[in-house]
């Protein structure tokens, strides 16, 4: 209130890249704010109109792998969004150029309770995998609620389903590693069907096609072929790494109890 922000140091100006890349986006009368990314050479811009309002939001890359990951994604948004149902749906594309990808600025609310995965977003999911195909990165803040219904973000990882009911798992996973719920016991009652999630975990299986009996053995193999994935080089790759390793026995005595019993004797 005193003012005492303005004695903090100065961050660093954009990087003369992204101001190339970005400035054939850039209405006139508009400015912009960046963060850099979790990625080397990613940033995300906020455009913001003259009269304070947010206009879009850029994704920029200064790297070629960067720049390969944004085409991939803008190509992801244009074909599997066309995939999700009312009243879930992709980003739309404003404009993209080398390196560059403007989507849409969402308003949106807060969830109160983000790790709890709606319905509706559970259906549009297993729609999704009833096509054969998955978002990748399914998590709690990848979704936006904008009233209306639901976006859903970051669509880099898009393509054929690693496994089955991968979007599902990713969910229930992410948010028990990163954000402490569902806490365990929750999670193993959501993979029955049952509990707080239960409601939404029928959403995708429906919707997916699929019984629910192979559930436990999917997140089994959700939890090996995922923790394959992560860095434990970096705080949040080892946090869900020694997430995943927890659950696996948890869940493996569902899946195989005799072997947890040979194993374990």
């Known amino acids: 209130a005193a003012g005492g922000v303005r004695l903090r140091p100065r961050g660093d100006a954009p990087p003369r890249e992204l101001r190339v890349r970005l400035a054939d986006h850039l209405p006139s009368r508009t400015t912009y704010a960046v963060m850099r990314a979790n990625h080397e050479g990613r940033y995300v811009a906020l455009l913001v109109g003259e009269d304070g309002t947010a206009k879009a939001v850029a994704k920029v890359a200064t790297t070629p792998e960067g720049t390969e990951a944004l085409s991939a994604e803008a190509e992801a948004i244009e074909r599997y969004g066309l995939v999700l149902p009312p009243p879930v749906r992709a980003p739309r594309i404003l ?106 975990v029928r959403a995708y299986l429906d919707a997916a096609g699929l019984d629910g009996t192979g559930l436990p053995r999917a997140m089994f193999e959700y939890l090996r072929l995922s923790a394959e994935r992560l860095d434990p080089a970096q705080p949040d790759g080892a946090q869900g790494l020694a997430a995943r390793q927890a659950l696996q026995e948890s869940v493996l005595e569902v899946v195989d109890p005799a072997r947890v019993d040979r194993e374990r004797g």
Not at 128 to 136: F, Q, T
């Open 95 to 200: 404009a993209r150029g080398e390196g560059v990808l403007v989507l849409e600025a969402v308003s949106f609310r807060a969830r109160r309770k983000p790790w709890q995965l709606p319905p509706k977003v559970a259906s549009a999911l297993g729609a999704l995998a009833r096509a054969g195909s998955s978002h990748g990165d399914a998590a709690p803040w990848n979704v936006l609620d904008a009233g209306d219904g639901f976006v859903l973000l970051d669509w880099e990882e898009a393509g054929a389903a690693p496994a089955e009911a991968w979007d599902l798992c990713h969910w229930l996973v992410q948010g028990h590693a990163l954000l402490g719920r569902p806490n365990r016991r929750a999670l193993l009652a959501a993979v029955r069907g049952e509990g707080v999630l239960g409601h939404a």
